[in-house]
């Protein structure tokens, strides 16, 4: 699937791993990996017999975001985000399917962006995230501001991108820009085992709520209810609704096949 080998693609039943593959470099992104991450990305996206991704690094680093040593990064630079990084985190945002984060080690500027893509992020407890743009001279990019001011509110995003601090572990579970720290070798496999778990659920139901809650982030109440009754009436037609049904009335545990 990636002819750069700048990440991987393990497949294990409806579960997919990622896993950013550029250890020597913090998994930092270029150009081209970015490219083959994104074909990868769409490909995931749009197989529905995959029911959960999980997003991880190579090594020691989640990733470091954008390569600062790859020639010719910052020209034409507004057209690299916009060919680049903007489809890979709107295929994130947008797949119809859970995303986790399994956050091995530092995520810093587009590398935390990357994360904060997903719908859940997992963190080793010697992991740290920062939003390093600033540290540049940068604004963030790549949804950094959208994604980071929903997760912890304004004044908090404002000093994470103006400071650009480290974040380490139990800061980032209090500031619930993630939901578990786990020891590093624990980690992928609390990842893993919660991606089988959704796996598990009714797909296509939890793509259509990933749909509606991000509408309800930007959209009037009227609107949301709107969709959300549009969505319920393509979601009582699902195999998964009948089976939820009939698994509730025959108390027993439902077989969801996410269609
Ligand atoms: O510029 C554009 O094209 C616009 C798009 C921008 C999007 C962005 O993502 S901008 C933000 C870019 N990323 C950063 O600024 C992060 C820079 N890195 C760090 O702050 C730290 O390295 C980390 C927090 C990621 C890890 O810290 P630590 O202490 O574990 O490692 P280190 O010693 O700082 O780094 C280890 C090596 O990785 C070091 O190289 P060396 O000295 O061993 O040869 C360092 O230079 C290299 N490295 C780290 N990050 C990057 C990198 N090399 C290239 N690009 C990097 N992003």
């Known amino acids: 699937m990636n002819d750069e080998a700048t990440h991987r693609v393990e497949r294990d039943g409806g579960v997919v791993t990622v896993t950013l593959d550029r250890p020597d470099a ?14 990868d990305l769409r490909v995931l996206s749009s197989d529905d017999g995959v029911r959960c991704v999980v997003l991880t ?24 985000i916009r060919e680049t990084y903007i489809p890979i985190i709107e295929t994130l ?18 590398g935390l962006s990357l994360a904060l893509a997903c719908d859940l992020r997992y963190m080793a407890d010697g992991a740290v995230l920062m939003m390093a743009f600033s540290n540049i001279g940068l604004v963030p990019d790549c949804g950094g501001t959208w994604l ?10 404002f000093e994470l991108a ?14 619930g820009l993630v939901q578990r ?32 809650l991000r509408a309800a982030e930007q959209s009037p109440l009227s609107d949301v209810m709107e969709l959300e009754a549009q969505l319920q009436a393509s979601a009582v037609k699902t ?21």
């Not at 945002?93 to 080690?105: C, L, Q, R, T, W």
């Not at 997760?151 to 995003?157: E, I, K, P, S, T």
């Open 93 to 110: 945002v947008d797949m119809p399917k859970p995303v986790v984060a399994a956050i091995n080690g530092a995520a810093a500027g587009a």
């Open 239 to 259: 195999h998964d609704h009948a089976e939820g049904v009939a698994a509730f009335l025959e108390k027993r545990e439902p077989r969801f096949e996410g269609r």
């Open 148 to 157: 980071l001011v929903r997760a912890v509110g304004h004044a908090r995003a």
């Open 181 to 212: 720290v786990l020891p590093g070798d624990e980690l992928q496999a609390a990842a893993h085992a919660t991606a089988v778990e959704l796996a598990a659920r009714p797909t296509q139901a939890l793509g259509w709520t990933k749909r509606l």
């Open 57 to 80: 690094g190579a090594g020691r680093a989640f990733s470091a975001g954008q390569d600062l040593r790859e020639p010719d990064a910052l020209v034409d630079v507004d057209v690299m």
């Open 26 to 39: 913090l998994n930092a992104q270029t150009r081209a990996s970015r490219a083959a991450l994104l074909r």
């Open 162 to 175: 103006a400071s650009g601090r480290r974040v380490h572990a139990p800061e980032a579970l209090s500031l």
